[in-house]
């Protein structure tokens, strides 16, 4: 079963426009939510937990159990802001991720 | 921290050989991840070890294989290979500990089958 679902393949934005990348999850368990972002020629790194409720690079990710969903959300995008994103969902009753098939975007100038 | 490396960095085989690949995750990390990231098909978890021993198991045929030593040092085999074999293989270590479950990924290992 699809535990993590990105419906969306491909983003463009333009500069200076919100984003919001969307990730929803099934877990009928307490969920431990992550995003991941890979650069062009990078590693897939770390961005973001939803258990530290921080910002990163400007960007935000809340929690909504009764949605099922951890969307990313940035006010401003910034072209350097074009990479994969990944969302992520960890069951520490199996003790296993599980990634969404990614989200793609690109920031126009 | 030295994060995780992964070697060989790229691996150029042909049909029917086979190709080992190594990881060594971060110094006490005790739970590495392997996955298969295509354009098509984004990641695709291989397996999981955890102190030596498998715990998770991704929807891969037996052709796929690794293990783990003590030092969490893992590796990740593949015989017989196909040209859809053709990927980045990813390694990923974890603490595993409440409150501390996120992955730290490495470079990847790019493998063409030809």
């Known amino acids: 079963a699809q535990r993590v679902t990105q419906p969306e393949k491909l983003l463009s934005v333009f500069k200076g426009a919100p984003v919001e990348l969307k990730c929803n999850y099934s877990y009928s368990g307490s969920p431990e939510l992550f995003w991941y972002v890979q650069y062009s020629r990078q590693r897939l790194q770390l961005l973001l937990r939803?258990?530290s409720r921080e910002s990163i690079k400007g960007f935000t990710a809340d929690l909504n159990k009764g949605e099922t969903s951890f969307h990313l959300k940035k006010p401003f995008a910034q072209e350097e802001d074009s990479a994969m994103y990944y969302c992520?969902?960890?069951?520490?009753?199996?003790?296993?991720?599980?990634f969404g098939t990614g989200t793609s975007l690109t920031v126009i100038p | 921290k030295a994060g995780v490396t992964q070697t060989p960095r790229y691996l150029i085989k042909t049909r029917g050989q086979q190709v080992t690949l190594s990881c060594s995750p971060i110094s006490g990390h005790r739970s590495v991840s392997w996955y298969q990231q295509t354009p098509g098909q984004g990641l695709q978890f291989l397996f999981e070890?955890?102190?030596?021993?498998?715990?998770n198991k991704g929807n891969f045929p037996g052709r796929f294989s690794g293990r783990q030593f003590s030092n969490s040092r893992s590796e990740m085999n593949v015989s017989t290979l196909e040209l859809g074999d053709s990927a980045l293989y990813l390694c990923a270590s974890s603490l595993v500990r409440t409150g501390s479950y996120e992955q730290y990924f490495g470079p990847g290992t790019r493998l063409t089958v030809t």
């Open positions: 939803h258990i």
């Open positions: 070890y955890f102190s030596e021993t498998q715990r």
């Open positions: 992520a969902l960890y069951t520490n009753t199996g003790n296993q991720f599980y």
